[in-house]
């Protein structure tokens, strides 16, 4: 059982008990965050909007800032047809990444997800975060293609841009629930081969229980993160819940 800190709070946040995701980075530098966080980051009728739109420093500045004492995980978003393969030419082999293949506030380019397969080896971990909008026959894409771990999911697109919190819940439910379906009636695979990442509304333990109950065995933070006290509040709980668990000596 793994915790993640969800980009782009993992830029900024760090935690014991938790591996902050950061990025994501786009190839090239996308100016413009500032701007696009005060035009665009709006709180309404209890969910989060943004449309950022992937504005960051670029790939080489995340290497750079890479830290691998922090065990920290690189998520990746193409905006070229051709980025993919030009990411894995540039990124280590041995660091874990996430590839954004759902970013709702850029357009995709045709055949979004080629080239994915390249990132694909024994000594990293490759993470797809999908769309709550992504289909079985999408997954089951990915689950072929050699894909055995999955967050699910990235932000609800809207017209007020991406939208986050409690929102994304029956999103995520469905997507695991597609899942199990798959590698169950389908592929005939045991579930613990996978990390299933769920990541929509997590604010308390219960919410963490409930994924836990349908299939997930990771977990994702996100929109907890804009409330200081309330994050602070479920790192604890999780570290007194699972994380003393997870790593008790073995005698």
Known sequence: MTLYIAAPFGNYLKSEVARSVTGSFTLERRTGLLKRIATT????????????????????????????IDND????AAIEPGDWKRFSEIVPYDIDVELNLSCPNIEHFENYTQGIDKFLNDERKVIAKLSPH??????????????RSFHFCNTLPTDNGGKSGKDLIPYVEKLIRYFNELITYKHNLPAYHFEIIAGGGITSIENILSYQNLGANSYSLGTICFNPIKYLKLIRSYRNSFYVLDNEPVD
Request: hydrophobic fraction near 35%; glycine fraction near 10%; avoid cysteine.
């Open 134 to 147: 992504t289909t079985k026959n999408a997954l089951d894409d990915l689950i072929q293609m050699g894909f």
């Open 41 to 68: 980051l709006r709180y309404r009728d209890g969910a989060w909007y943004n449309a950022i739109g992937l504005r960051n420093p670029g790939i080489e500045y995340g290497l750079q800032s890479y830290s691998r």
């Open 73 to 76: 995980v690189l998520s990746l």
